[in-house]
């Protein structure tokens, strides 16, 4: 056996049987229950981590810049929470979901959704506050649609 391997492997010297380390009682189980036994054998080879090395301090410091200068401010944040919030409802999600499809009138999203044209001129007013439909104004018509297309992709993954 070569004891070099298993010195790296069990923890013992060129003089020594070897032996499992670890814990004051013996054991060499590691978290998930396994024994170095069970990981490495006498004879195996023993190599390196393959793990990119650690960056600089600088580097690190760089990197941690580059994220705060891409990042929102804090009323862009406020922005973001407000949109997300007007979306954590199920009555909304239908609509955004029947305007996903098309460019609808409040009697139209009512009867779409299944609710009273009320409530979806209440839901709507949510949604308008928070930016996430916008209104088209033809004479006495205002006729709904989703604000931006990338909630379309959160609304119904897979179609645009």
Same mark, same amino acid.
């Given at each position: ?18 032996? =499992?380390?670890? +814990?004051?009682?013996? @054991?060499? +189980?590691?978290? #998930? !229950?396994?024994? /170095?036994?069970?990981?490495? #054998?006498? !004879? ?6 393959? /793990? ?6 600088? +580097? ?15 009323? !862009?944040? #406020? ?15 239908? &609509?955004?979901?029947?305007?996903? &499809?098309? +460019? ?12 009273? =044209?009320?409530?979806?001129? #209440? =839901? ?14 033809? !004479?006495?018509?205002?006729?709904? @649609?989703? /604000?931006?297309? /990338?909630?379309?992709?959160? &609304? ?5």
């Amino acid at each position: 056996m070569n004891t070099k391997r298993a010195t790296l492997a069990y923890g013992v010297g060129d003089d020594e049987e070897p032996r =499992q380390t670890g +814990e004051a009682g013996g @054991s060499a +189980e590691g978290a #998930h !229950g396994a024994s /170095a036994s069970t990981l490495l #054998h006498a !004879g195996d080879e023993v190599r390196p981590f393959d /793990a990119a090395p650690f960056p600089s301090l600088e +580097e690190a410091r760089e990197r941690v810049q580059s994220v705060r200068r891409s990042m929102p401010d804090d009323a !862009g944040l #406020h922005r973001l929470s407000e949109r997300l919030k007007a979306l954590a409802d199920p009555s909304r999600l239908a &609509i955004l979901n029947a305007l996903a &499809i098309a +460019e609808l009138r409040v009697s139209e999203l009512a009867e779409a959704v299944g609710m009273s =044209q009320s409530a979806v001129s #209440h =839901q709507l007013r949510v949604l308008r506050a928070a930016r996430v439909v916008a209104v088209r104004r033809e !004479g006495k018509n205002a006729w709904y @649609s989703m /604000a931006d297309d /990338a909630l379309v992709c959160l &609304i119904r993954p897979g179609q645009q």
